[in-house]
């Protein structure tokens, strides 16, 4: 014998029945099949609705039943022709319509919706496509009776909930199997009857139960549930969209999914199947061929240790605490029964270990009616000052992990913690049970999604990791770094296992978002035609979406870009910034940023702040991570000032020489800000930071070589400026060649000092022989006494800064 239950979406239409029936047929070849249907989908959500408008002497339910009897006869007109058996099907529907028009007229004209006339009410849901798929099979030729749920399951007269009389319906199902010989039975799911014959419901999940108490009196070989998905989920695949089907499972490990969201399947209603040891599947009406999920009671060892990743949403937290309840027995007791009288439902239990507390998780619909009734339970200690009145924290969820294997496997915990804190994903409370088959842990329902994903990437998708990029600033060091993306995206998830997705572009006056990822070959086109956006609003943005892994990028040199970094990283958004103003603004907004990286788990780097894509941070770094000390630094740090002067030699004018920089890239759009050399007492002032040393850009003596006046009017005024000042520049580099010597524009730390000026260096100095916009930085440590650690490279350009950001990036992902 099999059962076989199909839910609402598998006959919520003509053509969803006839799916049905052809799986039925299917089985019926194997042996008698047991047919279990729900109403058509969305049916019982109208006849409650109908009955409660007429509740409140609203006519238009007349309107609603005239609605829901149309689909049945044109699902009927649909499934049998007039040979077949359509003129008694419709006539049925027509019948039992007017029972329920005759219902509605008693409910309109008292007033009043019992939960026994609702029983009534909705049991004709089901009986409606029970008769009627019945029907329709009988006219394909198959071996089909319908069987009256109401006579072969017994209950107690709770209407709403009704208890089953379990011995009582194991009797009348065998005597209706001993009463027919065929080879398919229909059964309305979700109804049953009490001792008197009248009509109950047995609750969530009723149809269900129906077939697990059906398959639990027959003995049946296996009860399979058809839905519309295919088997159970390691996550929800609404919320994740790499979620994986689970093949086979544990009867533990199902419920407590199912405890937690997942909704294939209600705990309660598979208990008689579970008791009997008897296998269910759990499969798909509209992929039959599917493997599906096969629920056991023992089944193989699985290689993963954890199952799957469920959640409940809309919970609220209820702490009661008080130094009274320390060593005090009974306040559990009470709290429980003072919940329990008021039918409460609790989700989660969590008490410290001192006694001092104890927190229990209720649907956001029960906080009110909780927080009266255990305020009114401990009204004399809460007068008294014992304990603290009832504290309900709302807008909460549940996100689990579950898993038979979990047990005695250690790491499993500090693997959570470590991905959801990673994340910026606060847990408010954590329970687990002795048997280990579950870890539950309360967050912010806002962060469910978040949370599910970055629990699932950590345990299912080992080898691949999603980030998500809000990039500011396309300009050109921007673009570059967008085109470099483009072009190793592949790699990156083939060798790094990083799935890296830009998710935003925004500039000064567009934003440009897709959360799936932005094509990385048309942005320039659709970035244009973006609508507009503030950088208060950009910001808003990716906290808003709370991704998992998320990194802000900033590729600009805007001050109010790097405002937004305190925000951004207390929800634990990494920050890469190629925008120097973050690390070499006042100490105090500095050493915030890092202390903020530390506190909330979230990258804060800058590496391209100096030397563009050259590793000088990083290397700084390693050195001061390691112990080492760094006693001295000496560094080209402007690629643009070293190509400057290694190109100009008094054969053309100076004013030329820096406009070929800029034409090339390598200064500022405002080239004053290299040339004064603020940009490179910025630079060493970060390294001087880095190095541990506490440090002003007022602290920083700049030796400038441009005349006064070229620092006045704007850009074009400048040029001009050095063109009348070209003697000045040509008597700069004559010293120098007289003296054999080059000129060099270099910034020095020694001391817990520092300070940036041009000098003329001799032969043999490391600085003398670098070449067009290389930088270098000599390192003189503890460790690097007499000959220093040199990092040495180019130092300007978009590609190579865009190298660096991207490098960042890729360090910030793999943290």
């Known amino acids: 014998m099999q059962v076989l239950k199909f839910g609402g979406t598998s006959v919520a239409s003509a053509e969803n029945i006839q799916k049905s029936i052809a799986i039925v047929a299917a089985a019926a070849e194997h042996g008698p099949v047991v047919m279990v249907v729900s109403a058509l989908g969305g049916t019982t959500d109208a006849l409650i609705g109908a009955g409660r408008i007429a509740a409140q002497a609203d006519e238009t339910y007349r309107e609603a039943l005239q609605q829901l009897e149309q689909r049945h006869v044109a699902a009927a007109q649909h499934l049998l022709d007039n040979a077949g058996g359509q003129p008694t099907a419709v006539a049925l529907i027509q019948a039992q319509f007017e029972e329920l028009r005759?219902?509605?007229?008693?409910i309109f004209a008292l007033g009043e919706l019992s939960n026994r006339t609702l029983d009534k009410l909705m049991s004709y849901g089901e009986l409606l496509s029970s008769r009627?798929?019945?029907?329709?099979?009988?006219?394909?030729g198959l071996d089909a009776e319908w069987a009256d749920a109401r006579q072969l399951i017994q209950t107690n007269s709770r209407f709403g909930m009704a208890e089953v009389n379990v011995a009582a319906?194991?009797?009348?199902?065998?005597?209706?199997?001993a009463s027919t010989s065929a080879r398919i039975w229909v059964v309305p799911g979700f109804i049953a009857a009490d001792a008197h014959g009248t009509a109950t419901t047995l609750g969530r999940g009723g149809s269900d139960y129906t077939a697990a108490l059906l398959a639990a009196a027959l003995n049946a070989d296996k009860l399979e549930i058809w839905t519309d998905v295919s088997g159970m989920m390691t996550a929800d695949p609404r919320l994740v969209r790499n979620a994986r089907p689970i093949a086979r499972i544990s009867y533990h490990e199902a419920m407590e999914l199912s405890h937690f969201g997942a909704k294939v399947l209600y705990p309660p209603t598979i208990q008689p199947v579970m008791r009997q040891g008897i296998p269910l599947w759990i499969k798909n009406t509209f992929a039959p061929d599917?493997?599906?999920?096969?629920?056991?009671?023992?089944?193989p060892r699985a290689p993963a240790v954890i199952q799957g990743i469920s959640s409940i949403g809309n919970l609220t937290l209820l702490n009661l605490e008080g130094s009274g309840m320390v060593g005090i027995p009974g306040f559990s007791m009470r709290l429980f029964a003072a919940l329990a009288r008021e039918r409460i439902n609790v989700v989660l239990i969590t008490q410290s270990s001192s006694e001092h507390s104890i927190c229990v998780g209720v649907n956001a619909q029960d906080t009110e009616p909780a927080q009266v009734a255990v305020d009114?339970?401990?009204?004399?200690?809460?007068?008294?000052?014992?304990?603290?009145?009832?504290r309900p924290e709302?807008?909460?969820?549940?996100?689990?992990l579950v898993g038979d294997n979990m047990k005695d496997h250690p790491g499993i915990s500090g693997k959570l913690f470590g991905a959801l804190g990673q994340n910026g994903v606060n847990i408010r409370a954590i329970a687990q049970g002795a048997s280990?088959?579950?870890?539950?842990?309360?967050?912010?329902?806002?962060?469910?999604?978040?949370?599910?994903?970055?629990?699932?990437?950590?345990?299912?998708?080992?080898?691949?990791?999603?980030?998500?990029?809000?990039?500011?600033?396309?300009?050109?060091?921007?673009?570059?770094?967008?085109?470099?993306?483009?072009?190793?995206?592949?790699?990156?998830?083939?060798?790094?296992?990083?799935q890296v997705r830009v998710v935003a572009i925004a500039n000064s006056r567009h934003c440009l978002v897709n959360e799936a990822g932005l094509d990385l070959t048309a942005w320039p086109e659709a970035l244009a035609e973006a609508p507009a956006q503030s950088l208060e609003e950009f910001t808003k943005l990716i906290i808003d979406r709370n991704l998992r892994n998320s990194i802000f990028v900033d590729v600009t040199a805007n001050p109010a870009a790097a405002s937004c970094y305190p925000g951004l990283l207390e929800k634990s958004i990494a920050v890469v910034a190629c925008n120097k103003v973050?690390?070499?603004?006042?100490?105090?907004?500095?050493?915030?940023?890092?202390?903020?990286?530390?506190?909330?788990?979230?990258?804060?780097?800058?590496?391209?702040?100096?030397?563009?894509?050259?590793?000088?941070?990083?290397?700084?770094?390693?050195?001061?991570?390691?112990?080492?000390?760094?006693?001295?630094?000496?560094?080209?740090?402007?690629?643009?000032?070293?190509?400057?002067?290694?190109?100009?030699?008094?054969?053309?004018?100076?004013?030329?020489?820096?406009?070929?920089?800029?034409?090339e890239g390598y200064t500022e759009p405002d080239p004053r800000l290299d040339l004064s050399g603020s940009d490179v007492a910025r630079k060493i002032l970060i390294l001087a930071r880095e190095a541990g040393q506490v440090m002003e850009m007022s602290d920083i003596t700049i030796e400038g070589f441009l005349p006064p006046a070229c620092m006045e009017g704007d850009v074009e005024a400048f040029y001009a400026q050095m063109a009348a000042h070209e003697p000045h520049f040509r008597a700069l580099y004559d010293a120098a060649q007289t003296a054999g010597k080059r000129l060099k524009f270099v910034a020095r730390y020694a001391d817990g000092r520092a300070a940036v000026g041009l000098q003329a260096v001799a032969p043999g100095h490391d600085v003398y022989d670098l070449r067009g916009k290389d930088n270098v930085v000599l390192f003189y440590t503890d460790r690097y006494v007499e000959q220093p650690l040199v990092v040495k490279g180019a130092g300007a350009g978009a590609e190579v800064t865009a190298s660096g950001v991207f490098a960042d990036i890729v360090r910030a992902a793999r943290l």
């Open 132 to 140: 009627l798929i019945a029907a329709a099979a009988q006219a394909q």
């Open 169 to 177: 319906t194991e009797r009348c199902v065998a005597d209706f199997k």
């Open 290 to 299: 599917d493997y599906g999920t096969l629920v056991e009671v023992e089944p």
């Open 102 to 106: 005759h219902l509605c007229n008693g």
């Open 376 to 390: 009114e339970e401990f009204a004399v200690e809460i007068a008294a000052g014992r304990i603290e009145p009832l």
């Open 394 to 400: 709302r807008g909460l969820a549940i996100v689990a």
């Open 436 to 498: 280990e088959k579950n870890i539950s842990t309360v967050i912010r329902a806002e962060d469910v999604r978040k949370a599910i994903n970055v629990l699932h990437e950590a345990f299912f998708e080992a080898t691949k990791k999603q980030v998500n990029l809000f990039i500011l600033g396309p300009g050109n060091v921007g673009s570059k770094l967008l085109g470099q993306l483009a072009q190793q995206q592949q790699h990156l998830l083939e060798k790094l296992g990083l």
């Open 582 to 663: 973050a690390a070499s603004a006042d100490y105090a907004s500095y050493a915030r940023l890092k202390s903020l990286s530390k506190e909330f788990n979230a990258s804060f780097l800058f590496e391209t702040n100096v030397g563009a894509g050259l590793p000088v941070i990083g290397t700084l770094n390693d050195l001061t991570r390691s112990g080492d000390v760094v006693r001295r630094m000496e560094a080209v740090l402007s690629g643009t000032l070293n190509f400057v002067f290694n190109n100009y030699d008094g054969s053309r004018p100076f004013a030329e020489v820096v406009r070929q920089a800029q034409d």
